[in-house]
């Protein structure tokens, strides 16, 4: 069992920036592609963005050149800096660690939200 904590989400006015952090339990976090994922009041979850435990990076088309997720290995931690914030980013953002389909876990959430 992996346990994730998100923290680091706010209010932030448009153009801006936020670092949000994940911080996963257990002794094996180097196995795990980690993930952020985001999902706003009716609309569907969507990818954001994952990090394999070698440091190879998938974005969504929408998120490049503007988040970057990163990976700390030592503190079991991921991360997401998201600059050039726009309303519609707007969202819970959650934290995902995936190693099989029979051990993916999920964090409770942060929520972002993007003033105009």
């Known amino acids: 069992q992996v346990q994730l904590v998100e923290s680091g989400g706010g209010l932030v006015q448009a153009g801006g920036s936020l670092r949000l952090s994940c911080v996963a339990s257990?002794?094996?976090?180097?196995?795990?592609?980690m993930g952020w994922y985001r999902q706003a009041p009716g609309k569907q979850r969507e990818l954001v963005a994952t990090?394999?435990?070698?440091?190879?990076?998938n974005y969504a088309d929408t998120m490049k050149g503007r988040f970057t997720i990163s990976r700390d290995n030592a503190k079991n931690t991921v991360y997401l800096q998201m600059n050039s914030l726009k309303p519609e980013d707007t969202a819970v953002y959650l934290c995902?660690?995936?190693?099989?389909?029979?051990?993916?876990?999920w964090g409770q959430g942060t929520q972002v939200t993007v003033s105009s």
């Open positions: 995902s660690a995936y190693f099989s389909v029979l051990r993916d876990y």
């Open positions: 257990g002794s094996m976090f180097r196995v795990y592609t």
């Open positions: 990090i394999t435990g070698g440091g190879t990076t």
